[in-house]
């Protein structure tokens, strides 16, 4: 599986963005998906992650209830709609796909190679 993530940009506080992340190769609906961050000097930080089917989805406490995971199975993509951003969201955005769920970089098999987000205050 192949990821390209993009949509990533310069946004105000408080404003919105919307990630993209699109999957080549096959059988992206047997993958969980993830999105990951890193902001400079620190480590891959999880930030949310959805099952197969799209039923289930885990946010970090950072970004819960401003940040929405979806997936399109049908066009093989992964979706992070992000609102009411603040300056701690700007970083280096990730999308990942593991075989199972989980909130674990390291157990991630496949990786985009990132968007940047930059939210000013």
């Not at 993509?77 to 992000?82: I, P």
């Amino acid at each position: 599986v192949q990821l390209q993530a993009s949509g990533g940009g310069l946004v105000q506080a408080g404003g919105s963005l919307r990630l993209s992340c699109a999957a080549s190769g096959r059988s992206f609906s047997s993958y969980a998906m993830g999105w990951f961050r890193q902001a400079p000097g620190t480590e891959r930080e999880f930030v949310a992650r959805i099952n197969w089917g799209g039923g289930s989805t885990y946010y970090a406490d950072s970004v819960k209830g401003r940040f929405t995971i979806s997936r399109d199975n049908a066009k093989n993509a992964v979706y992070l709609q992000m609102n009411s951003l603040k300056p701690e969201d700007t970083a280096v955005y990730y999308c990942a796909a593991a075989l199972f769920m989980t909130t674990t970089a390291s157990h991630y098999t496949y990786w985009g190679q990132g968007t940047q987000v930059t939210v000013s205050s």
